[in-house]
């Protein structure tokens, strides 16, 4: 160990070599030529400083080679896919090549261990989002599956229930087409992959086309969709129509789903500056203050059966972050537990 601790470099090794060295010439030169003059004694001297100069050196560039010619295809290893590192190791510093190898060596175990965790944490977000999409698929298809082995088994002569199972399967069929596209888009979403289209248009027309899509769902439930004033003027933005639109459907139909009977959905808009803030109020069942932090994940629904009676997947949250993220802007929520929510997002102005 402690021979180990001391030899650790190519310098003190070729100390010690020389030490050896020049301690057995000087003895040989004792030897040989036996001493009495002071004379001699400093011959002695310089004799043994420049044998152990020259094995010193000799010995400094030997180890160099030899170490160097070991770690260097070593190194090229370690930088095999990053050619500019490759070609840096050719101009090392022979005399620190060791130092800077353990240096080089940690540097590179610690970012092969920061990969290896994101690796698995990918891996174990793989596997909830497999179990997720099964199991959310798994719902719609059995009741296909029932309403047409009830359709096969007699039902399909029987008029009072034929066109009641035919509708209810097609309800099912869009449920799972809208799971699927739902899944695509987050997929593309979370890779980074969705381009946007970005143009400029009227905020307020969007919404009020939102507000027309959604009418009569919100009519089921006697929710009034509303804004907040009177927009007698247009308010211009600058962000990929399509997805915004999307992002409104979402948030005021989620404001329908969890809003109460003859309730109420506002909607404003306002100038922030370069920005504008668009924000969806709803006065329904509200979000309790512990599940808020986790709601824009996705598979996550506060009240799971109350959610998939809705027929809700818990996508629709993640996907309108995701966009919205996706322009640089920001979007957040306040709420109280029965009292109602509040979705605010911001986009930009045109022209900025
Ligand atoms: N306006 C709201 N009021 C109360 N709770 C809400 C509101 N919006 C969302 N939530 C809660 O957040 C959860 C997640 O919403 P999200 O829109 O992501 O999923 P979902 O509505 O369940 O399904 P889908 O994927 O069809 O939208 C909902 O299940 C619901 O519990
Ligand atoms: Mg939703």
Request: glycine share 6%.
């Amino acid at each position: 160990m402690a021979t180990k601790k001391i030899i650790e470099t190519p310098r003190s090794l070729s100390l010690i070599i020389a030490i050896i060295v020049s301690l057995i010439t000087g003895l040989g030169f004792l030897f040989i030529t036996s001493i009495s003059q002071s004379q001699q004694l400093l011959t002695l001297f310089a004799f043994t400083l420049f044998v152990f100069t020259v094995t010193y050196l000799c010995s400094l560039i030997l180890v160099n080679l030899f170490v160097s010619k070991r770690i260097k295809p070593l190194y090229k290893a370690l930088y095999s896919v990053d050619k500019a590192s490759a070609d840096l190791v050719d101009e090392l510093d022979q005399n620190n090549l060791l130092q800077r190898l353990e240096y080089d060596l940690r540097v590179w175990a610690e970012s092969k261990t920061d990969e290896i965790d994101r690796l698995k944490q990918m891996e174990r977000y793989r596997k909830e989002f497999l179990g997720n999409v099964s199991h959310e698929l798994k719902t719609p298809i059995f009741n296909i599956q029932g309403y047409v082995l009830t359709l096969l088994d007699g039902g399909l002569e029987d008029p009072s229930i034929n066109r009641r199972y035919l509708e209810r399967t097609e309800k099912s069929i869009n449920r799972l087409i809208g799971i699927v596209e739902d899944l695509e888009l987050i997929t593309k979403l979370e890779a980074g992959e969705l381009q946007l289209n970005m143009e400029r248009f009227n905020i307020i027309s969007l919404i009020d086309e939102t507000f027309e899509a959604l009418e009569q769902r919100a009519k089921q439930k006697n929710i009034n969709l509303k804004f907040d004033k009177e927009y007698s003027k247009a308010i211009w933005v600058y962000a990929d129509k399509k997805r915004i639109s999307q992002v409104l459907y979402n948030l005021t139909i989620n404001s329908i789903f969890y809003g109460k009977e003859n309730g109420t959905t506002t909607v404003s808009v306002t100038d922030i500056g370069t920005r504008v803030q668009v924000e969806v109020n709803d006065n329904g069942i509200g979000i309790d203050q512990k599940d808020l932090p986790r709601i824009f994940e996705r598979f996550y629904r506060v009240d799971k059966s109350r959610s998939r009676e809705q027929g809700g997947t818990g996508l629709g949250l993640a996907i309108v972050k995701h966009i919205i993220e996706g322009h640089k802007q920001v979007i957040g929520v306040r709420s109280n537990l029965n009292q109602g929510t509040t979705f605010s997002f911001t986009l930009d102005k045109p022209g900025k």
